[in-house]
């Protein structure tokens, strides 16, 4: 099993990311079964983050497709590599739209995320996954774990 998170810039109209990320989800809960890819989608402003998992062959087909869509620009992967299981194996896939005061302001999250991974090279996809599942469920502390000043 394999795990890769990315972010990227949203590149079209705001008025219309009600209907993107529905048409996102519609087609990533049709394709991804097939592939045996799991995974969650977030939204925020004008930023997407995703988390996908699966195995790696398809992971990295996906993950051209996703490089070839015009919906996104920007696109930065975060963390690639193994896992022992998946752990998001119940979500075929789903998107979560954060409110503009939310816990990615000036990507600050994703600066610190990428920074703990660089530095220690021992951020696991466990881990990963336990700070996506904290941020649905507490985002309160989620944003104070990543935007405290370390």
């Not at 990227?8 to 592939?35: C, F, H, Q, W």
């Not at 920007?74 to 816990?103: P, T």
């Amino acid at each position: 099993m394999h795990l890769i998170a990315y972010t990227s810039r949203y590149s079209g109209d705001m008025d219309n990311i009600e209907g993107v990320l529905a048409d996102i989800v519609k087609t990533a809960k049709e394709a991804n079964p097939k592939r045996g890819i799991t995974g969650v989608l977030f939204f925020d402003r004008d930023r997407f983050v995703q988390v996908i998992e699966g195995e790696q062959s398809a992971l990295n087909e996906l993950l051209e497709l996703i490089k070839g869509d015009p919906r996104h620009e920007e696109i930065e992967v975060i963390f690639d590599g193994a896992e022992d299981h998946q752990e998001f194996s119940d979500w075929n896939m789903d998107a979560f739209k954060l409110d503009g005061a939310s816990q990615f302001d000036d990507d600050d999250v994703l600066k610190n995320f990428r920074k703990i991974y660089l530095a220690n090279f021992k951020l696991s996809s466990e881990q990963i996954s336990r700070w996506i599942k904290m941020l649905i469920n507490e985002p309160d502390r989620f944003s104070r774990v990543f935007n405290s000043k370390s």
